[in-house]
């Protein structure tokens, strides 16, 4: 498989002995490369490194963004819609998030931090059950007829690695964890995959496309990188 190697700068010098690699404050990766050293050669080293490189990246956007709290216990937080919400349990409750941004999950009195975790794991579950197909399915509505880009079935699926697809069929299938995402971030997956329908890659006119119709498309993705937590609780 081909590593598709972060953006970088490569500058050279004649003193240097040893190639070395930075990743700055801004998140830029910087290639410092000996005169004697192809830019191949450097890549490759680069391209071994890619793992480093995501990770201070990450690292980075973290601070810059600040992660979403998710605390998995009473009175503890949890994400949705771009809402911090205060976990509450109580025995017999019908799932929901109230308008105060408490959300409310079915759970025995004096359950162990184990059984309040799966308690709220499938509360939270139940929910986007409920939830998911309602908001996304209107959110995939308003921006198709915005873009003008149809797809032809939406599918929502409990991805463990991604947040949507698109087939060369026109089905669009979308995270249902979408619902623990910011409304902002929930736009950019969908404008993503429709565009995907015009270019099914990650070409230069396929970002154009993106870029057209949410201009904000770095700082989602950004947000999404930093919150990739939320594919896997
Ligand atoms: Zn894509």
Redesign the pocket.
């Known amino acids: 498989m081909l590593i598709e190697l972060p953006e970088h700068e490569i500058v050279r010098s004649a003193r240097r002995r040893r190639i070395s690699l930075e990743v700055r404050h801004d998140r830029r990766v910087i290639l410092r490369l000996p005169s004697h050293i192809s830019d191949e050669e450097g890549q490759r080293f680069l391209a071994s490194r890619v793992d480093w490189v995501l990770r201070s990246q990450n690292e980075m956007l973290s601070r810059e963004h600040g992660r979403l709290p998710v605390h998995m216990e009473q009175g503890g937080s949890m994400p949705w819609l771009g809402r911090d919400c205060t976990v509450e349990l109580q025995p017999g409750i019908e799932p929901m998030v109230t308008e105060d941004s408490v959300m409310l999950l079915p759970a025995p009195t004096n359950a162990s931090p184990e059984m309040q975790q799966h308690c709220i794991r499938l509360g939270i579950d139940r929910l986007i059950d409920r939830e998911a197909m309602p908001f996304i399915g209107a959110r995939l509505r308003e921006l198709s007829e915005r873009t003008g880009l149809q797809g032809t079935t939406l599918v929502l699926k409990d991805y463990r690695s991604r947040w949507g697809s ?1 087939s060369n069929t026109g089905t669009i299938t979308l995270n249902r964890r979408l619902m623990l995402c910011r409304p902002e971030v929930v736009d950019y997956v969908i404008v ?2 429709l565009c ?1 329908l015009r270019h099914l890659n ?1 070409g230069k006119r396929f970002w154009q496309l993106v870029e057209k119709h949410c201009p904000s498309w770095r700082r989602q993705r950004d947000w999404l990188k930093v919150n990739a937590t939320l594919l896997e609780f």
């Open positions: 698109c993503h995959e995907h990650h």
